[in-house]
């Protein structure tokens, strides 16, 4: 029998429709098709536990080979309501901004409107679990997926 092919993909709501579309396709007989969170999918296809995956754009540079094998994406010509930065206050109080672990591009973004577009003096503090909890007073929160859609009805500023 021959070895199927590992696909991850993002386990987020925005990616339901392409998922959708394999669900009973006769391909889905060949994949070996895993979901999670965009950094650990980049994750594995670094580290070869996956043959393709749906990554973040901020993932090729630190592949060894790569190929796009497509163009379609997950992507807006407009605003998007799943990578947002919270707070309870407005922008220039901002003091220190926990970093959502589940994806690299978002936070090189923030990372570049911090520095050179808002020119905000802030701690920004990488994570690794829960922390929508501490975005309170002036600590605020990038957060990205189906957490982000949720946390729209809890901070003021987003």
């Known amino acids: 029998m021959e ?21 009973d396709h ?5 994949l070996e098709l895993s979901v999670d969170y965009p ?8 580290d070869g536990e996956v043959d393709v995956a749906l990554v973040p754009v901020a993932t090729i ?4 080979e ?3 094998i497509s163009d379609f994406c997950i992507g807006a010509e407009g ?4 990578v947002c930065l919270f707070s309870e206050v407005p922008l220039n109080e901002i003091k220190r901004i926990y970093l959502d672990y589940q994806s690299r ?9 911090v520095r ?12 690794n679990g829960d922390y929508q909890d501490k975005i309170k007073g002036t600590d605020a929160g990038l957060v990205i997926g189906d957490r982000a859609l949720e946390q729209r009805h809890v901070s003021p500023y987003i």
Do not use: C
């Not at 950094?39 to 670094?46: F, S, W």
């Open 39 to 46: 950094a650990k999918i980049a994750q594995q296809l670094i």
């Open 105 to 113: 591009t978002s936070v090189a973004l923030l990372k570049v409107l």
């Open 61 to 64: 540079p630190k592949l060894k």
């Open 26 to 30: 006769p391909v889905m007989n060949m």
């Open 116 to 127: 050179e577009h808002w020119k905000l003096d802030v701690e920004l503090i990488d994570t």
């Open 3 to 23: 070895r199927k092919v590992k696909v991850a993909a993002v386990s987020y709501l925005n990616t339901r429709p392409l998922l959708y579309g394999f669900r």
């Open 79 to 82: 605003p998007v309501a799943s």
């Open 66 to 68: 790569y190929h796009i």
